[in-house]
């Protein structure tokens, strides 16, 4: 069997171990991943630019420059990165983020596996309670103050990727 090894960030490892414990453990959740990878389909296109880039003229008119101007500028962009994102986009590529945009993902992304983290730990007390024949009496209040919490980081992320080459144009 062969061996794949690869190096990330303390924190990157730390959270990856906290996830891959509700999995089934690192391996399962990577071999997991792989085949989940291997499996999706194809890109239209090649996913990575290849190639020397080329220089493109595009005319528009002054109120649609005002627009990119503005648009960009909101996003930390500038016009030809902003306009270089959005077409990449439409040819398959990853969607290109501001850095300010990554760090409020990553942001979100950690507070939702502190949250995926509680309610696994809910379920773990829950279903031990249950094995040693105790009730279980869930507080709904503190349910309800969960769920806003999933529904303001949701907002958090969509605000995020909000504009983001039309990224929730129903193709996500």
Request: charged share 25%; no cysteine; net charge positive.
């Amino acid at each position: 069997m062969a061996l794949i090894s690869l190096r990330v960030s303390d924190e990157v490892a730390a959270e990856f171990s906290a996830f891959a414990a509700t999995q089934g453990g690192k391996s399962a959740l990577l071999r997991r991943l792989i085949a989940d990878a291997l499996a999706a389909p194809a890109p239209r296109i090649l996913a990575l630019p290849v190639g020397r880039p080329e220089k493109v003229t595009v005319r528009f008119r002054e109120s649609e420059m005002q627009q990119l101007a503005e648009v960009s500028h909101q996003r930390g962009m500038t016009r030809t990165g902003w306009i270089v994102a959005l077409v990449r986009s439409r040819l398959g590529s990853p969607v290109q983020h501001s850095s300010n945009e990554h760090e409020v993902l990553r942001a979100i992304v950690r507070e939702l596996n502190r949250i995926g983290g509680n309610i696994n730990q809910i379920a773990r007390a829950t279903n031990t309670s249950v094995l040693q024949g105790r009730a279980v009496e869930p507080d709904l209040s503190v349910i309800q103050e969960a769920k806003q919490v999933i529904e303001r980081e949701l907002a958090q992320l969509r605000n995020a990727l909000h504009g983001n080459a039309d990224y929730w144009d129903g193709r996500s």
